[in-house]
């Protein structure tokens, strides 16, 4: 399999250890790894704010990077929903009809991670060792707009050593949403509080999630607590292994 990596800006600003984690990953996998220069971000934060007009040249950017991959993959639920839940929405606001032909004839090879390791490699064991005690952050894009389910419980599970341990009321918020964060800051702050607290009462070394913006949020708030918990997206710990 030939893969087109999408880093999105976010990652690729702020987390770069995150694609480097996948590409060790998949390569470790068989899988090619192509990283298209011409990408860029997504248009989610434009287009959550209501800069519509704006999203449609981030959409037609996409659509030309990314044109011949066989497959693109993402490190992040968050922007994987946008593309498939809201390039059509925003190509049909365009008024273009090719713009949505290429929208529709690509959305379907846009996966997340965890979707691309279960469903078209069909992998659950990727060879990881971790031995950590871990828990996992189901956050809202990958729960409520992919529907991922347990593909990220299954892959971590299958990891050597790992102690992997159940969060409570993990369907709830962290509290993060973008810029939610920034104009509902009180309220922002309350749901993370909760989020931080049944994160703490599993015992965790480590709290993975499968966007680093939740991630960001929430390990903002643990290491102001000086918790001792560290996060991690679940690509770098399924990209470690025992042999280095």
């Known amino acids: 399999m030939r893969a087109s990596l999408f880093i999105t800006c976010f990652n690729d600003t702020l987390f770069p250890e995150t694609g480097q984690a996948v590409v060790g990953l998949l390569e470790r ?7 298209p220069l011409e ?4 248009g989610q934060m434009h287009f959550n704010t209501g800069y519509v007009q704006e999203t449609i040249p981030l959409v037609r ?6 044109a011949d991959s066989e497959v693109v993959v993402s ?12 390039y059509p929405r925003v190509a049909e606001l365009a008024g ?3 713009l949505q032909r290429e929208v529709r004839a690509l959305l379907p090879r846009v996966v997340e991670l965890t979707e691309l390791l279960v469903d078209r490699l069909g992998v659950e064991d990727v060879g990881a060792f971790f031995p950590h005690r871990v828990t996992y952050h189901p956050t809202c894009h990958s729960l409520r707009m992919l529907h991922v389910g347990d593909r990220p419980l299954r892959l971590l599970r299958a990891v050597r050593g790992i102690d992997l341990q159940e969060l409570p009321d993990a369907t709830e918020c962290c509290g993060f949403g973008g810029t939610f964060a920034v ?10 509080t909760d989020k931080v607290r049944t994160i703490l009462d ?5 709290c993975a999630a499968a966007d680093n913006s939740c991630l960001m949020h929430i390990g903002g708030a643990l290491s102001r607590q000086r918790a001792g918990v560290r996060t991690m997206h679940i690509a770098e710990i399924l990209a470690r292994t025992d042999v280095g």
């Open 75 to 86: 490190p992040s639920a968050s922007c994987v929903g946008m593309v498939r839940d809201y």
């Open 202 to 206: 599993t015992g965790a070394e480590v």
């Open 29 to 35: 996998l068989g899988v090619s790894v192509e990283f």
């Open 39 to 42: 990408q860029t971000c997504c």
């Open 61 to 66: 950017r996409f659509v030309r990077a990314f």
């Open 183 to 192: 104009k509902n800051a009180d309220t922002s702050i309350a749901m993370l």
């Open 96 to 98: 273009d009809d090719s």
